[in-house]
């Protein structure tokens, strides 16, 4: 190419890079202009929505607007997931994405309504949500090793409990299992209240819980806690063990909820959102009742919550395939 064309051309790009640079930093700084909505893909109560409920207000302090939480439960997720992506990709509609629709989902439906990893945007990992392994309070068991030794006198007798097939509990249960070289029978219900009724009856044996809706059973003694299935203590339980501390290796499934956004969301409103967020995060008091419910504040950036995606879904994917879990 000769050289005066090529001149020819350098203004015109620096005008066109003056104008991208200028509408980036108009993205930010017109965001937000309207009050933002969360949605929720569960019913209120359970720990997403609890997450979105505590951290909305500060969010809203830190935004300048209103912070909304719209639950819209069912699919899985997916019904908030699709309600999202049919939104403007302005950052004023957001998700509060979790394990089971960008990261399990995808393994065990036969078509998913949306591509987990093209059509959303992460913007960040809000918490890590480790499971807490409760049984009843009348099985022969103090321990994850006398659970796995009780098991393997008894292969098919012991049964556990989850909120769903395909569900963080039930593949926890299924780790669990693959792991420790047990059979033990995996029993579905349509949410976890009456899966607790049951455990707490004696109709089920073991379940696969969050803290923050659980261990109210433990400290009355309806359920007994034998360990907390994350790579470390949680420090509001710092006498509960580990899972792994019981010898099963590679037991890590830790679930997640985060922020995140759809395609297209200007880069500037994703990181404006993520700085936000994760300042609340940081609050003493947020970062102390998250921690106190037994969940860990994480606060990453876009990046890093993009790799950890990446990680995690081919982490449950091994999990589904090892099990041969299909969705009802």
């Known amino acids: 190419m000769k050289l005066r064309p090529l001149l020819k051309l350098l203004p015109a790009l620096a005008i066109g890079t003056a104008w991208f640079g200028t509408t980036h930093a108009w993205a930010a700084d017109a965001f937000p202009s309207k009050p933002i909505k969360i949605l929720v893909g569960f019913s209120p109560g359970g720990s997403n929505d609890m997450v979105a409920r505590l951290i909305g207000p500060k969010l809203a302090e830190g935004l300048g607007q209103q912070v909304l939480i719209d639950n819209r439960p069912g699919a899985g997720g997916n019904i908030a997931a699709s309600a999202m992506l049919a939104a403007p990709a302005d950052g004023h509609t957001l998700l509060m994405c979790t394990t089971g629709t960008l990261s399990i989902q995808p393994h065990v439906l036969k078509s998913m309504p949306f591509d987990s990893e093209k059509d959303i945007v992460p913007v960040t990992q809000v918490v890590n949500a480790p499971y807490m392994l409760l049984v009843n309070s009348n099985l022969p068991v103090k321990s994850v090793k006398e659970l796995i030794a009780y098991a393997r006198q008894k292969p098919g007798e012991i049964n556990f409990a989850s909120s769903g097939t395909a569900t963080g509990g039930h593949l926890a249960g299924e780790m669990l299992k693959s792991r420790a070289g047990i059979d033990i029978v995996h029993v579905a219900y349509k949410g976890t209240g009456q899966a607790m009724t049951d455990l707490i009856a004696g109709q089920v044996s073991m379940i696969f819980d969050q803290p923050v809706s659980s261990m109210q059973y433990a400290r009355s003694g309806k359920l007994r806690a034998l360990a907390v299935a ?99």
């Open 230 to 328: 994350s790579p470390r203590r949680l420090p509001a339980f710092p006498d509960i063990p580990t899972v792994a501390e019981a010898g099963v290796p590679d037991f890590d499934p830790v679930t997640w909820a985060g922020i995140c956004a759809p395609k297209n969301t200007p880069t500037a409103v994703v990181e404006r959102i993520q700085r936000e967020v994760a300042k609340v995060l940081a609050m003493p008091e947020i970062a102390k009742r998250l921690i106190a419910d037994g969940l860990e504040p994480v606060g990453s950036t876009p990046e890093q919550f993009r790799a950890f995606l990446a990680a995690d879904k081919r982490k449950w994917g091994r999990v589904v395939k090892d099990a041969d879990v299909k969705a009802e």
